[in-house]
Structures are given as structure tokens and as C-alpha cells.
């Protein structure tokens, strides 16, 4: 079993900056692939951001240049620093793992961008 803790969602104004932590714990397999999705209200989940254990990155083109996702291996976590905010932007969060079947979710951060 994994457990990902995500932390650092909140309110922000369109423009602004947050950084969203997430931890795994639990059996961790390597190599794997630590990232971020999210859901808007009546929308589907979708990728964000993801990085290989090796440090390899892919984007969703909505947030490329605006987005870095980054990992610490010895800490088992990853972040996402997110800046010049958009509005659209708004959504609950979810950190991923995956190690070849296994897909492990985090509960989620809510992000709220105001106009």
C-alpha cells in the first residue's frame, strides 16, 4: 500500500504563486512516476504534471512555462510550483504514483484562483 499526503492548495489571486507538496510513504517501487492531476467542477480529471524517477518531465501544453514540477528521491516527495496563476487554473489537485501496475492516489487540494 502507498499513502501520498498532499499539502499547499488554498485561495490565490489570478497572477499569484503556490507550491503543493506530496509525500509517499507505504511500498514504494522504483523507477516510478510522481505527478499531478486535476479536476475542475463538471470536468474530467487530466494531467498536469508528471516526473520519472529520473527526473524526466511532460506538461499539459495549459501550463507549460508556468509550472515546474520538481522531486526530492530521499524524501519521497514531490512539488509543484505553480506561478502567474489563471483562473482556469481552479481545481482539486490530486498527486499520482505509479510503479508499474500499482496507481496510488493522494485525497486532493483544493486551488482556487480568483479573478
Known amino acids: 500500500q502507498v499513502q501520498l499526503v498532499e499539502s499547499g492548495g488554498g485561495l490565490v489571486q489570478a497572477g499569484g504563486s503556490l507550491r503543493l507538496s506530496c509525500t509517499a510513504s507505504?511500498?514504494?517501487?522504483?523507477?516510478?512516476?510522481m505527478g499531478w492531476y486535476r479536476q475542475a467542477p463538471g470536468k474530467q480529471r487530466e494531467l498536469v504534471a508528471v516526473i520519472s524517477s529520473g527526473d524526466d518531465t511532460t506538461y499539459a501544453d495549459s501550463v507549460k512555462g508556468r509550472f515546474t514540477i520538481s522531486r526530492v528521491n530521499a524524501k519521497k516527495t514531490v512539488y509543484l510550483r505553480m506561478n502567474f496563476l489563471k483562473h482556469e487554473d481552479t481545481a482539486v489537485y490530486y498527486c499520482?504514483?505509479?510503479?508499474?501496475?500499482?496507481?496510488?492516489w493522494g485525497q486532493g487540494t483544493q486551488v482556487t484562483v480568483s479573478l
Open positions: 507505504g511500498n514504494i517501487r522504483s523507477p516510478n512516476v
Open positions: 499520482n504514483l505509479r510503479a508499474g501496475l500499482a496507481n496510488s
